[in-house]
Antibody, heavy 119, light 108 residues
Framework: QVQLVQSGAEVKKPGASVKVSCKAS????????MHWVRQAPGQGLEWMGW????????NYAQKFQGRVTMTRDTSISTAYMELSRLRSDDTAVYYC????????????WGQGTLVTVSS | EIVLTQSPGTLSLSPGERATLSCRAS???????LAWYQQKPGQAPRLLIY???SRATGIPDRFSGSGSGTDFTLTISRLEPEDFAVYYC?????????FGQGTKLEIK
């Protein structure tokens, strides 16, 4: 079955970087764009960007440009999201997800990764 | 960047009632590229509606979406207990996807 398994929770200091992984299984990894969204505690969803696992092409939300890097390793069907120059307001749960766009759409989500930024 | 504004912020209804949630865009959403998601506490979101009015796989037909341009609506015809959650609209018609701030649907 289709699964997205994300890396575990992280605690980082302000100014540091974090790299979250999202390992895919059960489908053709290169077939669908992988999106990243985040959700601060008690807040709404914030779209961060997507990566085309086939080409490596990316599209980042303006807010994160210059601080976020999305990459992939097709040999292990894994997508990565790295966020640099962390601030306390980057504390959030980070999700990867993709949507199959054949016939009726269906979405698949990772379990989420809590990143806590604290001095 | 297209800003999505959802209303109301909180909607209090009883099971069996009809729910109408609104999503207004700051500019026209290209080709009705508007989606709706449901999120329950402690869970990842779930796609309900895409293309403004098409139901995603496995979504009950009590959920329906409508609208175009800048005004979109999610309707839940008869609320079931499991429908009480937070709902988000998202536009994907521009290169910068954006979410609305959410509507919390709570039991009255």
């Amino acid at each position: 079955q289709v699964q997205l398994v994300q890396s575990g929770a992280e605690v980082k200091k302000p100014g540091a970087s974090v790299k979250v992984s999202c390992k895919a299984s059960g489908y053709t990894f290169t077939g669908y764009y992988m999106h990243w969204v985040r959700q601060a505690p008690g807040q709404g969803l914030e779209w961060m960007g997507w990566i085309n696992p086939n080409s490596g092409g990316t599209n980042y939300a303006q807010k994160f440009q210059g601080r976020v890097t999305m990459t992939r390793d097709t040999s292990i069907s894994t997508a990565y999201m790295e966020l640099s120059r962390l601030r306390s307001d980057d504390t959030a749960v980070y999700y990867c997800f993709f949507i199959t766009v054949t016939a009726a759409w269906k979405d698949y989500w990772g379990q989420g990764t809590l990143v806590t930024v604290s001095s | 960047e297209i800003v999505l504004t959802q209303s109301p912020g909180t909607l209090s209804l009883s099971p069996g009632e009809r729910a109408t949630l609104s999503c207004r865009a700051s500019q026209s959403v290209s080709s009705s590229y508007l989606a709706w998601y449901q999120q329950k506490p402690g869970q990842a979101p779930r796609l309900l509606i895409y293309g403004a009015s098409s139901r995603a796989t496995g979504i009950p037909d009590r959920f329906s979406g409508s609208g175009s341009g800048t005004d979109f609506t999610l309707t839940i015809s008869r609320l079931e207990p499991e429908d009480f959650a937070v709902y988000y609209c998202q536009q994907y018609g521009s290169s910068m996807y954006t979410f609305g701030q959410g509507t919390k649907l709570e039991i009255k």
